[in-house]
């Protein structure tokens, strides 16, 4: 009997700041202001909000 497993609860992922668990798996996430990296989506920076929004 197969059982799933909830890689986020038990440390089992390498997400820098939020983990959602999902059938079979996990899926990273970032906190507000910050987005995935693009080189490592489970990795998280910061946005400069007043870089990309001059101006604002």
Known sequence: MCGHTDECARGMHD???????????FACRCHPGFRP?????????????CWEQPGL
């Not at 997400?15 to 798996?25: D, V």
């Not at 693009?38 to 998280?44: D, E, G, L, T, V």
């Open 37 to 49: 990296d693009a080189r490592a989506a489970s990795q998280c920076r910061d946005v400069d909000e």
């Open 15 to 25: 997400c820098s700041q939020l983990c959602t668990n999902t059938r079979g798996a």
